[in-house]
């Protein structure tokens, strides 16, 4: 096996495996149960590494490379509910100082899911479900609305989990 | 932290602090190779810890053993019990990279050397960080008085070597990943903490043996042969499989692309708040009481007298609090530590999607409900895990070797351990 990427974050890591099995490709995260059993230990360890059989290393990173790229279809462009810039940025607000407080000092604090304008710097905290986003006053929506044309039918709250399978 | 190889790098990446390093290697090594690297380093990595720094006479190592160093060192578990170049073992190291990890998203000019994909500037900063936080311990541990009469500074002499013995230690877990099996950093981890595993197996054939015929004279106090020889193996095995078995379980989201022809599968961990949990509830347990002592004493007022009464450790309400706390701090963590607005947005970027749940927004509320529910049974778990010792002390086996059923030690290392087959398994391949 040969170490192809090595992730900060053990999300990215999971979701690159997900990416890349999907095109039939064995991939081996060989420190994911020790990052999941202590966060803490992820720059000690020097990253999270994602294997690859020695053969496909190659084909893996191409397609890493290819499929990383943004759909404009999947989300509507995103914008800051006050200067309308496009340049906004997913935040969960307070995340980092949270996740400080809770690691130094033990002290669990709460967050809130949001968006930061890289322009003007706004936060604006982000609802979830979509039938909230269309109240804002500035009538633009949440920045990770689906867009109008291709978005499904607003369901039920609980009728959102669907049936994926375990 | 992006690509230093720019042939291999992608934009993509390098605009998120996230985002991948492309790290490619040279043809892979023989596994048995692998094996003896790592065992050899290890072996090298144990020596450091039994090296005594140079200068010191065995008179005084003893003395410090007995008068200055007990205390500091008695507390860490797994740490050298003598002052050796290794003494401190890669704790300073792991502090500094726990900070820098924390700080990272929160100081701007590391968050910036993070976004530009600097990474060896962040390596260096931790190298210097740990030097220095290692020199600050070490030359504390020295009293003043040693090497009187040495043309130089005694105690920042040994701190110096204590410092080069971290560093060697670092190195060689780092050799280990790179040329080894496993995590490097992660085995010596282990390796320290199953340090004390000699002295338990000496505890317990010391008491096996009081049992034996002829000799028990304490009989009616000590423990009984049942539970040495079936209660305690049976609760150590139980605890190491029940843990191996919650740290990879998963529930397993099929995720569908557009196209229509790909499907992959998306992990959410039943456990993925890890040891944390049980770190946050000791520390609340500590910090509570020393708080209603507090008042207690400034304000006079019984209410907090009594508070603190009930949560000292030998009460029940401690034990409660305990638990619960574990299972909340269990269920909060797991919350925060998955970004479920970030999953939803990558997997919509690769152009990915939950099966039965609509991409964006409601694949992020969807993630955020099946974490709560998934890390609820790994909370329960984790309080199990951690009250047995307590319930096996009570039933008579003793303490010192009860707390091997349970605790921070046994799950490290169970971790350590599946990560370490996990990768023997792939290198075999």
Known sequence: ????????????????????????????????IMVQANWGLIYAMGGIRLQVPADAAERAAEIYDREREPRAADFAPPRCHVCGAEEIEAATLGRSWALALIALLKIPIPYRDGYVCLSCKHTQQGTEKPADHDATASGLGNPYDPPRSTAEPASEDDGSEGSPSS | MNDPDPASSTDSTSDNATAAETKRRPGSRPL????????GLLFLSRLLMTLPVFGTRVREIGLFRDENLRGILQDIPGLAHSVSFGALGILPYLGICLFIQLAVPIIPPLRELARKGNDRAIQIIIWIGTGMYTFIVARMMWPPHMGMGLPFDFPVFAAVQ??????????IGHAITKWG??????????????????DAGRAFVEMLGGLGPGSAPNAADGPSLFQMLVLFPGAFLLVVGATAAFFSAQRRLSVVYEDGERASEFPVPLWCAGILPLVAAQSWLMFGPALAQFFHRKLNLPLFGTLREHFSMDRPAYHIAFMLLIVLFCVWWSRRLLDHTHVARSLAECGGRIEGVPPGPETALFLKRTMTRLSLSGGVFLMLVCILPLV???????????QYTGGLAILISVAAFLDFFKQFKAARR
């Open chain 2, 181 to 198: 099996i496993g995590n490097g950093i992660v085995l010596l981890l282990a390796a320290e903490t199953l340090a004390a595993v000699p």
């Open chain 2, 162 to 171: 204590m410092v080069i013995g971290v560093f060697m230690l670092v190195a």
């Open chain 1, 1 to 32: 096996m040969e170490t192809l990427f090595t992730f900060w974050d053990i999300e990215d890591a999971r979701l690159a495996r997900t990416l890349l099995e999907a095109h039939n490709i064995l991939v081996v995260l060989p420190d994911e």
């Open chain 2, 392 to 402: 096996l002390n009570h039933l008579g086996l003793p303490f010192i070797l009860a």
């Open chain 2, 32 to 39: 048995l190779l692998s094996l003896l690297v790592t065992a």
